[in-house]
């Protein structure tokens, strides 16, 4: 309950500082912007604009701030125009509007309609996208395991060569249907948490793995299970990060694009501990700890 009534703080606080702004008691630099996660509230943002751009394109900087490059010039409100169609299209919100900062690159946008994050994941999901996410490890890149189209543009954004990817679930009977799943006792007690486990795979596309087996998680991240939940299927866990690059801890670490972007911090900021549960060996360390005997 502690954990929800902090959330509640955090949304209740956000429409507060949403009403000052419409009634403009606070100054740009005074405002804190809305959290992304918080449900059902109207959201501040901070936007940098960069006019004149080689295409139009929208940068996550940090929690709630932006770069936002589009083709349009700076005058006669073209480059507003653009930043305002391109956010709609991003967010799939119509009434969005620029409260601060007409005339200036650096504006605090306004998003009534109460814009829910997860909700977008997940339809950019069904729509066949891609979506870069936190987990309780590192950010991750996925999409729907299922859509071969996208699959392959996820590939295409990594630059990834045939290295086998992870898969996240929500729950252990999720993962049973893309798993032959082993050592059930053992995993019930580590899960939700920082480690990936190999089992021999079922129904697994060849483009996510060409081994008979795949890495599956359950990260320990509210954001991510949410996200998986609601789409109701197996998303691709990757890294968000081109191949051989280090992993992304925070937003600014992202220099790869997706369809989508969810907000949030992740946990250990380092990979997963990759278990064998079966040959008793661990393939990579990372975050979780595990005494294999």
Not at 161 to 170: C, E, F, K, L, Y
Not at 199 to 205: D, E, G, I, Q, T
């Amino acid at each position: 309950m502690l954990g929800r009534d902090i959330a509640l703080g955090h949304c209740q606080e956000a429409l507060r500082l949403g009403k000052r702004a419409l009634r403009g008691e606070s100054g740009y630099g005074h405002l804190a912007p809305s959290p992304l996660n918080c449900y059902n509230i109207s959201m501040l943002i901070k936007v940098k604009v960069k006019p004149n751009s080689k295409k139009n394109e929208i940068i996550p900087l940090k929690e709630n701030s932006f770069l936002v490059k589009v083709l349009a010039d700076a005058k006669n409100n073209q480059a507003n125009q653009a930043v305002l169609e391109l956010l709609k299209k991003y967010f799939n919100i119509d009434d969005i509007f620029i409260k601060k900062g007409h005339k200036s690159r650096n504006k605090l946008i306004f998003i009534p309609d109460g814009f829910d994050q997860i909700n977008r994941a997940v339809e950019v999901l069904n729509n066949g996208g891609v979506i870069i996410y936190p987990t309780d490890t590192i950010f991750g890149i996925g999409c729907d395991i299922y859509n071969t189209k996208a699959i392959e543009k996820l590939i295409k954004i990594k630059k990834r060569n045939n290295n086998p990817m992870t898969i996240a679930v929500s729950d252990i009977d999720m993962m049973k249907t893309i798993a032959y799943v082993e050592n059930e006792d053992i995993i019930k007690d580590l899960l939700p948490g920082p480690f990936t486990f190999i089992f021999k795979k079922r129904n697994v596309s060849d483009l996510i793995t060409n081994l008979d087996t795949v890495g599956v998680r359950i990260p320990d991240n509210q954001t991510c299970l949410e996200i998986i939940k609601r789409f109701g299927g197996p998303i691709i866990s990757t890294s968000a990060n081109l191949v051989n690059k280090p992993f992304p801890k925070s937003l600014k670490d992202i220099e790869i694009r997706a369809d989508f972007v969810v907000q949030g911090k992740c946990k250990h900021n380092l990979g997963s501990t990759i278990v064998d549960l079966k040959n008793k060996k661990i393939l990579r360390q990372g975050a979780g700890k595990i005494c294999l005997k």
